[in-house]
Nanobody
Framework: VQLVESGGGSVQAGGSLRLSCAAS????????MGWYRQAPGKQRELVAS????????NYADSVKGRFTVSRDNAKNTMYLQMNSLKPEDTAVYYC??????????????WGQGTQVTVSS
């Protein structure tokens, strides 16, 4: 599965951004997708995830109530609406897709990342 993120940029604290992740390839094999982020000097962390079937979502405590993950299966696209952004949200945001391929092998694919910078 190939993933392409878009929508990153620079905003002031309190602002909003919407990230998109477009999937292509064997998208039918995707079970779930997620947004991760990595700030300089820190480990990559899960921000939000969504299951393909049923749409169950999960959020990091630090973004609950501010971020919303959604998906459009018809467009093979996942979104992350980020509101009330804080400087500590500054990071490179990565899209991830996981599932089981037709040959039975599990996969976990990543996008190239998109920079989000929040200034105070």
């Amino acid at each position: 599965v190939q993933l392409v993120e878009s929508g990153g940029g620079s905003v002031q604290a309190g602002g909003s951004l919407r990230l998109s992740c477009a999937a292509s390839g064997n998208t039918f094999s995707i079970n779930g997708m997620g947004w991760y982020r990595q700030a300089p000097g820190k480990q990559r962390e899960l921000v939000a995830s969504i299951v393909r079937s049923g749409g169950r979502t999960n959020y990091a405590d630090s973004v609950k109530g501010r971020f919303t993950v959604s998906r459009d299966n018809a467009k093979n696209t996942m979104y992350l609406q980020m509101n009330s952004l804080k400087p500590e949200d500054t990071a490179v945001y990565y899209c991830n897709a996981a599932g089981r391929a037709s040959n039975g092998n599990l996969f976990s694919d990543w996008g190239q990342g998109t920079q989000v910078t929040v200034s105070s």
